[in-house]
């Protein structure tokens, strides 16, 4: 009769998802009884997201036929970084970023460029130096506002370099830029975390670039955080948009799900994933779904269409342009209690896409909308670091 009561309690408890069963519902016995009662409890996980726009239409380059159109559209699209100045849009990204206060942010389209002049091709080349970073940007904004927030996992993407035309004068105004494209996952500098993983994936489309091949090279940067003392995985990506490759993108989906599909780690992949609910833009979405994982902004606002892409590439754009909603919070417990493993209600919000956000210049904080969702998973048997 006493083991018939305690298996009925331990079933109690777990459909319950509460924290006075004890810690033995979750793992290993804890030596100090209350904080196993503080572990055992559903933590609220606060996630964000956001693509934070390079700032031209780089892909625009690959429309050159000869050199000289090559270096008067990469000066054409330098301007355009220098516009929309991302110095000033980081400032309302962070201030979005310490309101809410996420756990972890995946992040996309995290650009760095550095700068030789003059170019290689004047004879006369000079040194590389770093011109802007916007990882560094974004994390010395939060850094002054007193919040700190750690890069756990980088995945360098693809890179290019080309020369380009500043002013009139060639001999003194043609230098090359180079341009390295990152996804980030920042963790809130008050959690553990361990387990990074970053990988490129195998399947990417290509472009010609003065007479050139260049790769678009993309990839995934992962980490495991440690919340009340249970494991999450967080996963960044940005999948290839449909116009480079449909075909590509759909074998990073696959990859993707693959990988992930060996873990028992709850998981959030979250990102500019290029494809929209319902597969109306490309069928990577329902491979996510087919896959178990529950799409966040849905379970919270089913009947709010929140779209986050895109604005003007100036950013300058008086109404909002969004029509599609290509930045998604993805979650799926492997071992789940119920239909998703969720506890409650689920929140979510769009940031930067109200005018009210937009910077003192005018700018958007970027050509997608950010997402937040904050959710609590119900802790599964044994789950543990």
């Known amino acids: 009769m006493k083991r018939m009561m305690t298996f009925l309690t331990l079933i109690c408890c777990l459909l319950a998802g509460v924290g006075a069963c004890g810690d033995d519902i979750l793992g290993p016995e804890d030596p100090d009884p209350q904080a196993g009662i503080e572990r055992a409890g559903s933590p609220e996980i606060g996630l964000m997201t956001w693509n934070l726009y390079v700032g031209s239409e780089i892909e625009s380059i690959a429309n050159?036929?000869?050199?000289?159109?090559?270096?008067?559209?990469?000066?054409?699209?330098?301007?355009?970084v220098q516009a929309t100045d991302f110095r000033e849009r980081a400032e309302a990204i962070a201030d979005a970023i310490v309101e809410r206060n996420p756990h972890a942010i995946a992040l996309q389209e995290v650009s760095r460029f550095t700068l030789r002049a003059p170019s290689i091709y004047t004879g006369s080349p000079g040194e590389w130096v770093e011109h802007t970073d916007y990882l560094d940007i974004l994390l010395a904004k939060l850094s002054d506002r007193g919040v700190s927030y750690v890069p756990a996992a980088v995945v360098d993407n693809f890179g290019l370099e080309v020369p380009a035309?500043?002013?009139?004068?060639?001999?003194?105004?043609?230098v090359d830029i180079r341009l390295e494209d990152m996804d980030v996952v920042l963790v809130r500098g008050d959690l553990p975390w361990h387990s990074v993983v970053t990988a490129n994936y195998a399947d990417n489309p290509s472009l010609i670039v003065g007479g050139q091949e260049l790769e678009i090279t993309r990839g995934y940067a992962s980490v495991v955080m440690e919340v009340k003392g249970l494991d999450y995985r967080v996963v960044s990506t940005h999948l290839t948009p449909r116009e480079e490759g449909e075909t590509e993108q759909l074998a990073q989906a696959d990859e993707l799900i693959a990988w992930l599909d060996g873990s028992e780690v709850p998981t959030f992949v979250m990102g500019d994933l290029n494809t929209a609910p319902g597969n109306t833009w490309t069928d990577s979405y329902g491979k996510f779904t087919d896959a178990g994982f529950a799409d966040l902004w849905t379970l919270a606002r089913p009947d709010v269409p929140g779209p986050t892409c895109c604005q003007d590439n100036d950013l300058l754009n008086?109404?909002?342009l969004l029509d599609r909603r290509f930045d998604l919070?993805?979650?799926?417990n492997p071992?789940?209690?119920g239909e998703t493993g969720i506890a409650?209600?689920?929140?979510?919000?769009?940031?930067?896409?109200d005018p009210s956000e937009k910077t003192p210049s005018n700018l958007w904080p970027s050509d997608h909308a950010g997402v937040t969702a904050?959710?609590?998973?119900?802790?599964?048997?044994?789950?543990?670091r």
Not at 167 to 173: E, I, V
Not at 329 to 332: A, L, Q, S
């Open 64 to 80: 050159a036929g000869s050199l000289e159109e090559l270096v008067y559209l990469a000066g054409l699209e330098w301007a355009s």
């Open 165 to 174: 035309l500043l002013g009139m004068n060639p001999a003194t105004d043609l």
């Open 318 to 320: 008086s109404v909002s």
């Open 329 to 332: 919070v993805f979650y799926r």
């Open 335 to 337: 071992v789940a209690f």
């Open 344 to 353: 409650g209600e689920v929140l979510a919000e769009r940031l930067g896409a």
């Open 374 to 384: 904050t959710v609590k998973p119900i802790p599964r048997v044994g789950q543990s």
